[in-house]
Nanobody, 124 residues
Framework: QVQLVESGGGLVQAGGSLRLSCAASGRTFSGYVMGWFRQAPGKERDFVAHIRSTDSTYYADSVKGRFTISRDNAKNTVYLQMNSLKPEDTAVYYC??????????????????WGQGTQVTVSS
């Protein structure tokens, strides 16, 4: 069992930055693929980024070049650095953990554990 707790959300002006953190319980954190998803009001939850146990990363086109996902296995924490934020980035951001073994991790159905979410609001 893995428990995930996000933090770092808030209100920021367009063009600003935020760093989200997701702290995980459990001693096997390093073996999981960690992902970030987001859900805007009235919309489906969308993939943002993921990072494998090898530290390879993958991003949605909408955030590529602006967001950076990273992990610190010693701290059981995954981060999402968000720069050049836009109003359309406003959403509840969720981190999630998935077991290794799939070819890609864009689909939320592959993730086994989810955090409670943290609100990010970008004002224009």
């Amino acid at each position: 069992q893995v428990q995930l707790v996000e933090s770092g959300g808030g209100l920021v002006q367009a063009g600003g930055s935020l760093r989200l953190s997701c702290a995980a319980s459990g001693r096997t954190f390093s073996g999981y693929v960690m992902g970030w998803f987001r859900q805007a009001p009235g919309k489906e939850r969308d993939f943002v980024a993921h990072i494998r146990s090898t530290d390879s990363t993958y991003y949605a086109d909408s955030v590529k070049g602006r967001f950076t996902i990273s992990r610190d296995n010693a701290k059981n924490t995954v981060y999402l650095q968000m720069n050049s934020l836009k109003p359309e980035d406003t959403a509840v951001y969720y981190c999630a953990a998935a077991f290794n073994g799939y070819s890609d991790y864009v689909s939320e159905t592959l993730y086994d554990y989810w955090g409670q979410g943290t609100q990010v609001t970008v004002s224009s």
